[in-house]
């Protein structure tokens, strides 16, 4: 049948994109800054900024498909003492390499959980928060992901999604699709040995929805005040709302 296919469809989806992630992981972090030209920490840094984690209140923190841990420290810099985070992944060479190099001081502010953004293996309303960066566009359903993230978020909870979307200057676009489809690439056959697995990332780019289309998943899925904010042309958007 038509759904079976589509069923075997999404799961050859999510096996190529793991197999990717175990092939990259020891490489993940030095790929992010050769191929964003260091542009991702800028990004990532907009994105806590937007948060604002209380210093003096809990802050109960999830960050998912959160691979090598890179807004989970960011979270725990900005937050106070009382905040701690959660990272959960589906791959746990990514995890495994986050846990690594956790800095000694979030000890016991931060685990790391194996798991799928699709089905979180997570309690109902326990996060004041939930970040997505660089995954979404990753997860064969995102409908399902995104129910799931208002599951496990309190009332009044945010979620907040970094992903790259479509870049709407003109020659940036041309510059932009010139570096996307000859350059990355390029890097991924030099640095981690694997042209195949950054072309399959530049693709699932391509196909991501644009920032309209997204923001009305969010609004599907029963958040509530969504905004889509693009940074750097719209290289990236940060999409935004709440749980009420
Ligand atoms: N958030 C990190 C960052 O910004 O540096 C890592 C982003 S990395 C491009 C994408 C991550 O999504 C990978 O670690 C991958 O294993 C994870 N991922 C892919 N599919 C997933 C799923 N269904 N559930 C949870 N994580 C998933």
């Known amino acids: 049948t038509d759904f079976g296919y589509e069923r075997v469809a999404l799961a050859q989806k999510q096996g190529r994109v793991d197999a990717v992630f175990h092939s990259v992981a020891r490489r993940y972090d030095v790929m992010n800054d050769l191929m964003s ?42 937050g106070g003492a009382r905040t701690d985070v959660t990272v959960l992944d589906i791959n746990e060479s990514m995890l495994r390499v986050g846990a690594e190099r956790a800095p000694e001081r979030f000890k016991g502010r931060i685990d790391f959980v194996t798991g799928n953004a699709e089905s979180l293996p997570l309690p109902d309303a326990t996060f004041d928060a939930y970040t997505i960066a660089f995954g979404i566009r990753n997860v064969p359903r995102i409908d399902l992901a995104l129910a799931e993230a208002r599951r496990v978020l ?84 940060i999409h935004s709302g709440w749980k009420v």
């Open 154 to 237: 309190k009332p009044g909870g945010r979620f907040l999604c970094l992903e790259f979307s479509q870049v709407d200057l003109p020659v940036l676009d041309r510059i932009y699709d010139a570096y996307s489809f000859h350059v990355i690439p390029r890097i991924g056959a030099r640095v981690a040995g694997d042209a195949e697995s950054y072309r399959y990332l530049v693709e699932s780019i391509r196909k991501f929805p644009t920032r309209g289309a997204f923001a009305g998943l969010i609004e599907q899925a029963g958040f509530r005040h969504v905004t889509d904010r693009p940074l750097s042309g719209g290289i990236v958007a």
């Open 37 to 78: 030209a260091g542009l991702h920490r800028a990004w990532k840094a907009q994105l806590v900024s937007m948060l604002r984690p209380s210093r003096s209140r809990p802050h109960r923190h999830l960050d998912v498909a959160g691979g090598t841990g890179d807004v989970a420290f960011r979270v725990l810099d900005a």
